[in-house]
């Protein structure tokens, strides 16, 4: 078999780990058009493999994929029947074929859970949702489905590269779905329907996740906003000292410090940070 081909530029720096270190030649993939299979030709295993490594280094994703599914077709059974499998979710990912990477990575686990290289198609999987992720204003299932799946290498693989980069990115899937709390939350307030923000505004809050996210502060901030707006001057003063202890260089803080003075209330610590602008109080939208 010839050599491993020369990494191209992925997506992840793991991604390209792996496939080195399985000593695999990277792959691509079939679109999700149908197209006519691979006239069936009894051929040497190490000849339909390498013909696929042939397509890849033209990027000729399609063609590459349909050679190593035909590995797996004519020799189900050996070891280049699983290499072509971690080919194929690779190729897949290349194309963009998200789906299609997602079910031969479930294929992969399937038939070989304790192999060396399950935790590339537990991470494969994973990232393949991560990467469908959509803007705060959509729906959030492949949020959801990146973190369950981020967290399940993490549980399975604490100690591997891929768990190191899998945390990274929970703590982004994370920031998205607080901003989809806070996305939702700003729509109520606008809509002045201030319970139902409230309760945005607190999932937020808290959840222990959602905490460490760039948008805590702002949860915070538009707590004092909400509860100002209703006339709960403790309540707010209660939010504003909190958003003051953990944030107190925070602009956020400078503009709760200034709206609870403006109504008569203020909390007990002067902000460190100073207010950006007027327009920090009006809600996206």
Known sequence: MRSPLPAPTLRSGLILAVAATAALTVSACAGKAERPRLAYEERPVEALYNTGYQRLERKRWRDAVDYFQEVERQHPYSEWARRAILMQ???????????????????????????????????????????????????????????????????????????????????????????????????????HQPLAAINRYKSVIDNEDFQRTSHAPEALYRLVEVYVSLGLKEEATRNAAVLGHNYPGSAWYAEAYALLSENGA????????????????????
């Open 89 to 191: 979710i690779y190729a897949y990912y290349q194309n963009g074929s998200y789906p299609e990477a997602i079910a031969a990575a479930d294929r992969f686990i399937q038939l070989f859970p304790g192999n060396p290289s399950a935790p590339y198609a537990f991470y494969m999987k994973a990232v393949c949702n991560f990467e469908q992720i959509v803007d705060v204003g959509r729906d959030q299932g492949y949020a959801q489905a990146a973190l369950g799946g981020l967290r399940d290498v993490v549980r399975r693989y604490p100690g591997t590269s891929f768990a190191t980069d899998a945390r990274v990115k929970i703590d982004m899937v994370n920031d998205q779905l607080a901003g989809k709390e806070m996305n939702v939350g700003r729509y109520y307030q606008r809509a």
């Open 266 to 285: 203020q909390p007990g610590v002067a902000p460190e940070g100073k207010r950006e602008s007027w327009l920090r109080r009006i809600i996206p939208g």
